[in-house]
């Protein structure tokens, strides 16, 4: 399972798969740091299916879009403080298939959200809505190919790095990712990053940079490089790639 940093969560996001029900224990959980922690009790609620604070959204029986009313509903729901946690989340099924009208009423709650709300817009395809609410939206990109070639895993050991250099929501992307590869392919990426991050570390050495700039290069890589041995004793053990790419982003995440 991803974590995120409970200090930056936005308002509002776009994703798919089970990153969707991860964003809202996240909301909800009271633990610092990371989340979410799945040790308080919001998270052992939400875990259960039984949270309070976690709206679903979905289409009516028989209908084939989310009306307008619904929105409207989520509208009054919305300003009503949460009943137990410090925020509310809602998730929204199949977000793609609201209307026209029902996503320039969702709009209009997206652009003044209330600071205890965090709007989760489950969809596989979000180009089917409107741009204004996309452009409004944290779109978490999950999907990477299925059987990428093998000459494709140098190429993601490149956006691997460049993800951790950008941190926040590029790493945690990246790491959504990282978690649809099957074990041979996580293999594959992880000897190449290693590999990758010593021929950065050398690069670093006798890079001409200023003081700091050159230890915070080092001690990234450096890092980088750890984190990566760990996860190849980690997968040679049979850990599942979400538990790895989870180790990654948790050590790699820039402290708030």
Partial sequence: MMSF?????????????????????A?????????PCMECAHCKKSSRGIHPDIMVISKMDKKREILIEQVRELKKDVIVVPNEAAKKAYIINDAETM??????????????PPSHAVFILKTDTPADLLPTV????????TRIEDTPPEAAIASISNEFFSAIRQGGVPLIEFMFRLEKLDKEQLSQFLTAAR????????????????????????????????????????LELNVNAGHISGLICATLLPSP
């Fill in 99 to 112: 209307n026209d009208n029902a996503q320039n009423a969702f709009l209009r709650i997206l652009e003044e």
């Fill in 27 to 35: 909301a909800v959980c009271s633990g610092s740091g990371l989340r």
């Fill in 195 to 234: 590999m990758q991050a010593a021929a950065e570390l050398r690069t670093a050495g006798s890079e001409e940079k200023s003081g700091k700039r050159k230890v915070e290069s080092w001690e990234l890589l450096s890092c980088a490089e750890r984190v990566l041995a760990k996860a190849e004793e980690y």
């Fill in 134 to 141: 996309r452009s409004r939206c944290v779109e978490l990109k």
């Fill in 5 to 25: 940093d409970g200090s930056r969560l936005s308002h509002a996001y776009i994703a798919s798969g089970g990153v969707v029900d991860t964003l809202a224990m």
